[in-house]
């Protein structure tokens, strides 16, 4: 088809504007629909910074920066280079979370995203072809959107989390734009605030779960499969009694990943990594509290769970230092409405003599004395100073992450946690938090996200033309983030800094190759795991067009 000017223009992978050459210019149809000047990419990223610069806050900050992503890519993200430190925050957490909560009056632009109706299952695999206009999609980013972040059910509004998380992925690790598709599916939603908004863009009706729900998905996976059969399927936010029960359904059949449940898994148990290289500690005297006990919680107890093993425990000598505490207080193999995945990490009544106190994570701390603390909650300041007093009284260097998102839902400050631990904790934050200095000491704190971790195991997965994830890949790749502390500073963070994300996101990509192809997971034939990966890398510069 010959391009014209308009769709030239008006496409984000191939609009340079004005840094089209004369010749270009000549060749494409444009002449005269330009100004007059040609500019350089970096002309065009300083004057797109100036403007990024001048707006007032957060969130316009973002407006102003998906505009710039929904007309030229390239631009987009070779400025998003420039300052991955800056525009993290503000294209993904905690300033999506913004952007999701006003969603549908804010909205302009689809950001090229596949809306999928629980309403209409037959216009499923239309939905994707017309939403990937042939493009050769290697990534899906896939949300439902029923446990954003913390904050719950927002219905197609989510979208936004699933456009954020692509992002990352590009900025990251360098995965070509052009070959990624982020998809909502609107399920309904049961966010009654969204339901009585005349405004609100998605079904106004509750959720649909079940079977109806169940087939959606699965219609939606085999769609998925045969328009883009070179693709890794990303699962984010979905629901708590759907997560696990998707991931366990797929995760053998093709290369998927849940990263809620592994991606945070993955990254928590990097930074503990991390930690007990600070502390010279060994995992297997660690003991470990989850308070919030849904599926990044599970995730990570998983996680740490089949690292034990790998350290030499037995499953249940492994499950001996796991205590999962949920609303209910502790979990008991007899507590009613246990998810299945709290099942698996479910104690024993007879193991403690006060269990029936067991019902407050103040109480559980006070018992178990734990030595890692993990907060997947939603629950805003409950690691409360005397809790966490409590536990350091008892522990050289207390691990304590509270890793709930946004900002204000986070179970306590960094700050706070040094000062009732007399700088002794150490900390990951699922937000980016400045150095915090205290007593003369400044502190590194290492963002807990899932960010460090799913664009590099995404694009070694997909540079090595994987089949499926397995727990030997997850395993290689947790050490090769957690493998990366700098243990000689005072103050050292747990986990690499944010303006290494790049670096680390290669090497986490070459690790998960080389994992795969020593399985033989690979489904065409690798000579070279490092190329494989740098060949893959898409990079932010305009190419000639012909
Ligand atoms: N930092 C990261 O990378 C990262 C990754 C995933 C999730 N998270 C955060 O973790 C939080 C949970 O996410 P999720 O996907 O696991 O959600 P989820 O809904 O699956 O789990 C939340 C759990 O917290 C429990 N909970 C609620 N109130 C509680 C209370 N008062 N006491 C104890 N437990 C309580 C719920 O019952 C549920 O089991 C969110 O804030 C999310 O942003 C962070
Ligand atoms: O989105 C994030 O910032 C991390 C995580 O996936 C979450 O759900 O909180
Ligand atoms: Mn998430």
């Not at 065009?44 to 100036?50: C, G, P």
């Not at 632009?109 to 309403?119: C, E, K, L, T, Y």
């Not at 769970?305 to 207080?329: C, I, N, P, T, W």
């Not at 029936?356 to 734990?370: N, R």
């Amino acid at each position: 088809m010959t391009q014209t000017a308009d769709n030239i223009l008006n496409n984000p992978f191939l609009n340079k504007g004005t840094a089209f050459t004369q010749s270009e210019r000549q060749a494409l149809g444009l002449t005269g629909t330009l100004p007059a000047v040609v500019q350089t990419i970096d002309e065009q990223a300083q004057q797109a910074y100036a403007q990024f610069q001048s707006k007032p806050n957060d969130l316009e900050k973002r407006l102003f920066l998906m505009t710039l992503f929904n007309e030229n890519r390239t631009l987009f993200f070779h400025l998003m280079d420039q300052h991955v430190v800056e525009f993290m925050p503000i294209v993904y957490d905690p300033t999506v979370a913004d952007s999701i909560e006003q969603y549908s009056h804010l909205f302009t632009d689809s950001q090229g995203a596949a809306f999928i109706s629980v309403d209409d299952p037959d216009s499923i695999e239309d939905t994707l072809r017309n939403a990937a206009n042939g493009r050769d999609i290697r990534l899906v980013v896939v949300t439902d959107a029923e446990g954003i972040l913390g904050m719950g059910d927002w219905g197609v509004n989510g979208v936004d989390i699933a456009v954020g998380k692509l992002m990352v992925y590009t900025a990251a690790a360098g995965i070509d734009p052009s070959q990624v598709l982020p998809v909502s599916i609107d399920a309904g939603t049961n966010n009654q605030q969204l339901l009585d908004d005349p405004l609100y863009l998605g079904n106004h009706h509750k959720r649909v779960y079940g079977d109806a729900y169940y087939d959606v998905i699965d219609r939606f996976v085999t769609a998925e499969r045969k328009l883009f059969p070179e693709s890794l399927l990303h699962w984010e936010d979905f629901g708590r009694s759907n997560a696990k029960v998707i991931l366990d359904k797929y995760q053998d059949q093709m290369p998927t990943f849940n990263d809620d449940i592994q991606g945070t898994g993955m990254v928590v148990l990097a930074g503990i990594l991390g930690a007990l290289n600070i502390s010279h500690e060994d995992i297997r005297d660690q003991k470990f509290v989850f308070f919030g006990s849904g599926s990044a919680g599970m995730g990570i107890a998983h996680q740490i769970f089949d690292e034990l093993q790998r350290a030499g425990l037995s499953a249940d000598e492994a499950r001996q230092h796991l205590y999962a505490v949920d609303k209910q207080g502790l979990l008991f193999s007899d507590t009613p409405d246990l998810t299945a995945a709290q099942t698996e990490f479910a104690r024993n009544r007879q193991d403690f003599n006060n269990a029936t106190d067991l019902t407050t994570l103040a109480q559980v701390v006070a018992t178990v004395h734990p030595t890692v603390l993990i907060g997947t909650s939603t629950q805003p300041g409950a690691f409360t100073a005397d809790l966490v007093k409590d536990m350091a009284a008892h522990t050289d260097r207390p691990i304590i992450f509270p890793l709930s998102n946004p900002t204000k839902l986070a179970e306590a400050k960094a700050l706070d946690l040094l000062k009732w631990t007399d700088g002794r904790a150490l900390i990951a934050t699922g937000i980016p938090v400045g150095d915090v200095t205290y007593n003369g000491t400044t502190y590194h704190i290492g963002q807990g996200n899932n960010a460090l971790m799913y664009p590099g195991l995404g694009f070694g997965l997909i540079a090595s033309t994987a089949t499926v994830l397995n727990g030997e890949t997850l395993s290689a790749a947790c050490h090769a983030l957690g493998g990366l502390v700098d243990t000689t500073q005072p103050g050292a963070a747990v986990l690499p800094p944010v303006d290494q994300l790049t670096d680390f996101s290669q090497k986490i990509a070459e690790v998960v190759a080389q994992s795969v192809v020593d399985q033989h997971l690979n489904k065409e034939p690798i000579a070279d795991v490092r190329q494989a990966v740098a060949d893959m890398k898409w990079v932010p510069e305009y190419k000639p067009v012909d």
